[in-house]
T-cell receptor, first 114, second 115 residues
């Protein structure tokens, strides 16, 4: 099993450009999440999808959109990138079983916006 | 709003020492608490998950405890090794498991174990 995979691993954008971060999981998990990690700020939730067909805002959703394409895939889109969006982005998934509610994380995408 | 604090922010110990990492949270109405490990440039790996009804969980040299009423958790690492060097993060999940699936993370403790 690959677990949670993310593409790309690195990306450099200019201010105003758009891009989509891709995430896929092969664990048949219901829920998927997008976080950003910044020095001194810790991990913050951007958006999550509790189940296929639903998405909800997290703590820092402004400037982002998401799509739960199917049960496996959850993408994060930056429509007009800003330097404040320079960060490391992590996708995660969980089964939401009450006994084993562990989130599994991907390796991250390191994004720089110039 | 839930806030999670981890102390210390950084810790350096000699190999073989036993150590304790601390995590505190402001809202005791949690569903569970997780400890994660993050190696430089990598994603997070779950180490231990404690349900709100549990007092502790153990995995190998790791033992995590939870005192929900006081809003505290500790991660005990026995006989530390250089391979334990990493950032350790604590995260709490709110709610009763219904519609609130969000985790609130602390900022982590950077552990360095010196040979």
């Amino acid at each position: 099993n690959a677990g949670v995979t993310q593409t790309p691993k690195f990306q450099v954008l200019k201010t105003g450009q758009s891009m989509t971060l891709q995430c896929a999981q092969d664990m048949n998990h219901n829920s998927m999440y997008w976080y950003r990690q910044d020095p001194g700020m810790g991990l913050r939730l951007i958006y999550y999808s509790a189940s296929e067909g639903t998405t909800d805002k997290g703590e820092v959703p402004n400037g982002y959109n998401v799509s739960r394409l199917n049960k496996r895939e959850f993408s994060l889109r930056l429509e007009s990138a800003a330097p404040s969006q320079t960060s490391v982005y992590f996708c995660a998934s969980s089964a939401l079983d009450s006994r084993t509610d562990t989130q599994y994380f991907g390796p991250g995408t390191r994004l720089t916006v110039l | 709003k839930q806030e999670v604090t981890q102390i210390p922010a950084a810790l350096s110990v000699p190999e073989g020492e036993n150590l304790v990492l601390n995590c505190s949270f402001t809202d005791s109405a949690i569903y569970n608490l997780q400890w994660f490990r993050q190696d430089p440039g990598k994603g997070l790996t779950s180490l231990l998950l404690i349900q709100s009804s549990q007092r502790e969980q153990t995995s190998g040299r790791l033992n995590a405890s939870l005192d929900k009423s006081s809003g505290r958790s500790t991660l005990y690492i026995a006989a530390s090794q250089p391979g334990d060097s990493a950032t350790y993060l604590c995260a709490v999940r709110q709610g009763s498991g219904g519609s609130n699936y969000k985790l609130t993370f602390g900022k982590g403790t950077l552990l360095t174990v010196n040979p």
